[in-house]
């Protein structure tokens, strides 16, 4: 006879959990003795994307001009979850957690230059930042373009301090490609797991 277990949550719904093999004796669950939340999601509880929605022809820092992007997997523009917030350029997390950060930049050339990304995070509010990924490219002529991808992983502890911006810098003749059409350079913010 195969081994069951009945959940109830109470209200008259259930799940049974069955086991293929015999249960011959009485057995035991051990469950320890701390606090956790039970997931009732795919763990996935925070997602938002931002578009540059105009073109950077000169280096800045921070980046200001972003507008949540519309019209792609995420509906409206709406983010899962709370969303980030933004304010002259610096995001604020809507919750403590592990954040994988991708900032992706189409740079275009119009002579010999060198275009570079920067992802910045800071934990004191912005008093000290740190450069904790970039990208780099370089072109030569107006046929020439990069497009990168910077990426890093946070561990956001505290949302008053804990914060990220995003740096272009220009050598001369580089243009980082920004459209409110398309998704040409953004940002994206996704929470893997508790910290």
């Known amino acids: 006879m195969p081994g069951s277990i009945k959940i109830d949550d109470g209200s008259g719904n259930y799940t049974i959990l069955t086991n293929a093999g015999s249960l011959g004796s009485d057995k035991t669950i051990t469950i320890p003795n701390e606090t956790a ?5 795919n763990g996935i509880t925070q997602v938002d994307q931002w578009s540059l929605n105009t073109s950077l022809t000169s280096t800045t820092d921070p980046i200001t001009q972003w507008t949540r992007t519309t ?8 983010a899962i979850g709370t969303g980030m917030s933004v304010s002259s350029g610096v995001f604020t997390f809507p919750q403590t957690g592990i954040y994988r950060v991708e900032f992706k930049a189409l740079v275009r050339f119009s002579a010999y230059s060198g275009g570079y990304t920067y992802i910045y995070s800071t934990n004191d509010n912005g008093s000290n930042w740190d450069n904790v990924s ?6 030569q002529t107006n046929y020439d373009t990069a497009d990168s991808n910077a990426t890093v992983i946070l561990d956001i502890t505290d949302l008053s301090n804990d914060k990220v911006k995003f740096r272009f810098y220009d050598e001369g003749s580089a243009t ?20």
């Open 176 to 195: 980082l490609a920004g459209s409110s059409d398309f998704f040409g350079t953004g940002v994206s913010f996704i929470r893997l797991g508790d910290t």
């Open 134 to 139: 970039s990208t780099e490219g370089q072109g």
């Open 71 to 78: 019209g792609l997997a995420l509906p409206s523009g709406a």
């Open 37 to 41: 939340t039970l997931a009732t999601t």
